[in-house]
């Protein structure tokens, strides 16, 4: 062997022919699940039409508490709840909006009958 050829054998290391062993963790996928507490927050401070946001809010955290526990099928209960609850004050929130914004428009909301 050349000296060209040894000082490149030391620097690619010594080769070994055997895998270095591995681990691999494996996440359920049912603990990634929303509980859509950041949504029910929002619909509480913004669009709490009728308290549906709050009550929303107070699901979605069973949701994460069930969540922290490992119980699965209460955590997706009540994220399904909260998600409902949240749909129904955005939407209600959103409607009477417009119909304020219509009111107001058409000169009935400025008290001049």
């Known amino acids: 062997m050349s000296k060209e050829q ?7 290391g010594p080769h070994i022919s055997t895998s270095a062993p ?5 996440m359920p996928a049912e603990i990634s699940r929303p509980d859509h507490v950041t949504w029910s927050m929002f619909n509480t401070l913004f669009f709490n039409f009728c308290c549906l946001g ?6 979605s955290v069973k949701s994460r508490d069930r969540k922290m526990v490992g119980d699965v099928t209460g955590a997706q209960a009540y994220a399904s709840t909260a998600k409902c609850l949240n749909i129904c ?3 209600f929130s959103i409607i009477m909006i417009i119909i304020f ?9 400025s008290g001049a009958f």
């Open 6 to 12: 040894q000082e490149m054998g030391l620097l690619r």
């Open 22 to 26: 591995t681990t691999t963790i494996n």
């Open 54 to 59: 709050f009550i929303a809010y107070a699901y």
């Open 89 to 91: 004050a955005l939407v």
């Open 101 to 109: 914004i219509a009111l107001y428009a058409n000169g009935l909301g």
